[in-house]
């Protein structure tokens, strides 16, 4: 049996209306298929703007609810047509006030797994996403899909070590990171924490992040998407940092059980000994 996962990641520029992103979205979706993807994922927010370069109550209008909203409905059956797996960065309405930064988790079939909340939220100049979101607070689920057991990490979250630790301790085989990080700003970490975090948990990670400036502020969106395997080894060539780009890759997941048995940092671990990580 076959253990090679075809795995994509779209990064692209904000288009102008949230419609038009939707169908560029959903074109990459059917592009990613005819590729033979089984999974893609979407950048963070990925039907609108980065409106968190300024504070603004008007883009509340972008939240919706998760299941129950449009947009879920119409990319479950978009999954359920090309039997693909979808993971959707959104914005999460649960009721009017309460929000949060999500990415929502379809299978092959169109049924919704479930969901991820970001649990890191900054609010620094660029980025003011405190005004937007509460913290996640639904732990670090991994879904079991039709191409391997997934989980989510979202942007700002991937410089904070211990979640990566849990989506492994959880068995994640794949961790998605969707993003909107900035040229200048943290460029210099990009490609060095999410293959170090690979590598530490000892499991694929694919880093998705947009392109372009786009109108609301002078964010350089740097794009470089990539898939790195659990030996911190790019999967392919690292995206282009100014163009709309699907990438496609075939990940072996074999690759986890040979890296696990030569380094065995899960035995290892001495988690008797953390506890002064979670004092406040």
């Known amino acids: 049996m076959s253990t090679v ?6 990064q692209t520029a904000w288009t102008g209306d949230k419609e038009s992103m939707i169908q560029v979205h959903e074109q990459a979706a059917r592009d990613a298929a005819a590729q033979g993807a089984q999974v893609l994922c979407f950048q963070e927010l990925f039907y609108g703007p980065y409106f968190c370069q300024v504070q603004d109550k008007a883009f509340y209008e972008y939240a919706e609810r998760i299941p129950d909203g449009p947009i879920i409905k119409r990319f479950q059956a978009l999954a359920r047509e090309l039997g693909i797996v979808l993971v959707l960065p959104m914005y999460e309405e649960e009721q009017p006030g309460v929000l949060y930064n999500t990415a929502a988790v379809i299978d092959a079939d169109g049924s919704y797994l479930g969901k991820y909340r970001k649990h890191h939220i900054p609010q620094v100049p660029g980025f003011w996403e405190k005004f937007y979101f ?28 211990e979640g ?4 492994g301790l959880q068995g994640a085989e794949i961790v998605f990171n969707p993003s909107a990080t900035s040229r200048g700003l ?42 790195v395997d659990p030996e911190a080894q790019f999967v392919g060539e690292v995206a282009s940092d100014k163009e709309t780009e699907l990438v496609v890759r075939d990940l072996d997941l074999a690759k986890l059980r040979e890296v696990r048995d030569r380094w065995q940092f899960y035995r290892d671990r001495r988690p008797d000994a953390y506890s002064p990580l979670t004092a406040p």
């Open 5 to 10: 996962i075809r795995a994509a990641l779209f």
């Open 134 to 161: 509460r913290p996640g607070n639904s732990g670090w689920p991994v879904f079991d899909t039709k191409a391997g057991r997934i989980g989510v990490y979202i942007c700002y979250d991937r410089h904070f070590p």
């Open 164 to 167: 990566w630790r849990a989506l």
């Open 186 to 227: 943290s460029a210099y970490l990009w490609q060095l924490e999410q293959p170090a975090a690979a590598a530490a948990n000892e499991y694929f990670v694919g880093a998705i992040n947009r392109v372009g400036v786009e109108d609301l502020g002078d964010n350089d969106f740097y794009g470089t998407s990539y898939f």
